[in-house]
């Protein structure tokens, strides 16, 4: 089982920066995916960027060039990195934790941490 805290959230104006964290605890094996996660009111949550163990990433379109996502493997953390923030970047964001095993997939969320861009 992992758990995962976030922190970093809060309001920031527009074309601010954020970094938020995620520590994880528990087993991380080196096969897992970690991630970002966002979810507007109203909205379906959706994928922000991804890193595996060896560090390729992906991103959704709407915030390449402006976020990073990296990894500590070490320290079992994933961070992202916010620049150029937009009121349209407000959300809940959620870390991720994606397992495969042979077929079957495990997810492990954290709790959230809110993200508000505002002027």
């Known amino acids: 089982q992992v758990q995962l805290v976030e922190s970093g959230g809060g309001l920031v104006q527009p074309g601010g920066s954020l970094r938020l964290s995620c520590a994880a605890s528990g087993t991380i094996f080196n096969s897992d995916t970690m991630g970002w996660y966002r979810q507007a009111p109203g909205k379906q949550r959706e994928l922000v960027a991804t890193?595996?163990?060896?560090?390729?990433?992906n991103y959704v379109d709407s915030v390449k060039g402006r976020f990073t996502i990296s990894r500590d493997n070490a320290k079992k953390t994933v961070y992202l990195q916010m620049h150029s923030l937009k009121p349209e970047d407000t959300a809940v964001y959620y870390c991720n934790v994606h397992r495969r095993l042979g077929s079957s997939n495990f997810d492990s969320w954290g709790q959230g941490t809110q993200v508000t861009v505002s002027s």
């Open positions: 890193i595996t163990t060896g560090g390729t990433t």
